[in-house]
């Protein structure tokens, strides 16, 4: 009794909750349900293989339950209406009363959520069962008309939801048919609260997330090597023998003009820099036409360095 004297409070006419919020909130829901799900089956891995299969669709629907009982029974909220600060609220009463769901209601809820999905995932193994208590000579009948009217049933139940869901989109209220047949309807839990994630932040975060996608896409593609090379040739202008020159050659061949550590198994390309060996060959398979690094001179042939050879450059 106490519980729905919290949940009554008066106020201003009600914010419309935006269809998109509502619709989350069911994303975030079945989400969440998958998630511990998955827990559930992690728990089990170690077990023979298959455990769990014959009892999947009772073991979700208990799940389900124990998500019932310790989010919308005592709360009135599914786990993602309070993540966008949403509640059921009574449609009976009048829409200034905010006041949360009946116990009945909630029961009904939960049933209506929990039942159908049941019912689908256990339907071929039910119409087994009720196809072997039935009598013999008329059971070829019976199954047919059984057969028949399930699927009807289920057609009907579908166009339902489909016609509930369009007018959601009109209206606005009950994404769901079980909470249009309980008289739920999903309105801000604190009067003043508004959607927390603005629509601009939204839309920043989409861009930014198709940008990065685009990155990841092309990074790939670009040879990073060649390009530094290219610039770095189109910088000293090709010539090695430009203001570092005489530097440059001299502390040569101490390192790798790749890695910058000392040369191992040292190669050269031609011009007066050293390589690793797996350095610059790893190059030369990524890409055919390679350039040294430092200079840019293009490679002839690849050899092993000899230091005579290197400084006499
Ligand atoms: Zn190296
Ligand atoms: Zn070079």
Redesign the pocket.
Known sequence: MGMEKEGESTCEPATPVLRISQLDALELDSALEQLLWTQLCHCFQNLRPGLLTPLEPELKALLQLLLWRFTLYPGSATVGQSLLSLRYRNISTSPNLRKSLSHRQKLALLLLTVGPRWLQERSHSLRRCLGLTSGAPLSDGFQKALRNSLAALSGLARLASLVNFLAFLRTGYHPVLAERMVGAQAVFSEPSVTRDVTYQYVNRELLWHGFAEFLIFLLPLINTSKVKASIYSFVLGGD?SGVGGARDKEG?WREC?LCGEWPTMPHA?G???VFCYYCIKSQSIANNCVR??????EARRLEPAKIETLLRH
Not at 292 to 297: F, I, N, S, W
């Open positions: 090695p040569a003009a390309l011009c007066p820099h040294c690094p430092k200079c840019g001179t």
